[in-house]
């Protein structure tokens, strides 16, 4: 009895989470509350120490971090708990996402912003991901570029990105075949179905160019939206 008493006067008896101010009486009516999409990055440094170190200290625009970085021969580090907010992603949005930082997990992958990006370094990521999305029960679809939430500032991870594979792995968004087969109905809005998928529309150029470092490969800020563009925009909006 004695040693209750003394843990309940204890100053910390309380739990993590549990205000001492107020009387614990637990209800089982919640979940986790957490990440819900998953933002891919490209350092464009020259290695994982230069990046290291801008993430975990002050550079030219401030403090910036990232819950992980990827090495090009697939080691990854943690720098950030994953209940913890990072600062990677910057102002944007994805669909109705505003505060993408609140809402994300950022990975960085140690890449100079030219380069192919490593087998090694691709399987870890996809290894990560399902991890990812397994433990913090984020849909494996919402895992996206940083360009595609920030078209008119970002670029990266960049057109060599192999978001083909990835879709093969089973991560992000990606057309069918059989979707890419039909053709537009009459009347098909390309632009209303850049914003369904996601895009911001402010900047409609820098959206297209988003889009197409993504989904065709190419960095491509000045033609106009083309069929080859509607084609794809058609099969991705016609997904579930
Ligand atoms: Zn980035």
């Not at 509350?33 to 993430?55: F, Y």
Request: proline share 6%.
């Amino acid at each position: 009895m004695a040693a209750i008493l003394a843990l309940g006067l204890g100053s910390c008896s309380h739990l993590p989470g549990h205000n001492p101010m107020a009387t614990w009486v637990q209800s089982r009516n919640h979940n986790a509350r957490g990440a819900i999409l998953i933002v891919v990055h490209a350092t464009e440094q020259d290695s994982v120490q230069a990046s290291l170190d801008t993430l975990r200290s002050r550079n030219a625009q401030g403090k910036v971090s990232a819950h992980y970085l990827i090495g090009r021969d697939g080691h990854v580090y943690q720098l950030v708990s994953e209940r913890r907010r990072a600062w990677h992603a910057g102002g944007g949005s994805w669909g109705n996402i505003t505060d993408l930082n609140s809402a994300s997990i950022g990975i960085e992958l140690d890449n100079d912003g030219s380069s192919e990006f490593p087998r090694e370094q691709i399987d870890a990521l996809t290894a990560l991901l399902a991890d990812l999305c397994d433990r913090l029960d984020i849909p494996r679809r919402q895992v996206i570029a940083h360009a595609d939430l920030a078209p008119a500032r970002k670029t990266d991870p960049g057109a060599r990105f192999p978001w083909r594979a990835l879709a093969q792995a089973g991560f992000g968004r990606w057309p069918t075949d059989e979707a890419l087969a039909s053709e537009p109905a009459p009347g098909f809005d390309p632009w209303l179905a850049l914003r369904a998928i996601g895009y911001r529309l402010d900047d409609r150029q820098a959206a297209l160019r988003a889009f197409r470092l993504h989904f065709r490969g190419i960095d491509d800020a000045r033609t106009p939206m083309a069929p080859e563009d509607e084609r794809l925009l058609n099969a991705l909006v016609q997904q579930p």
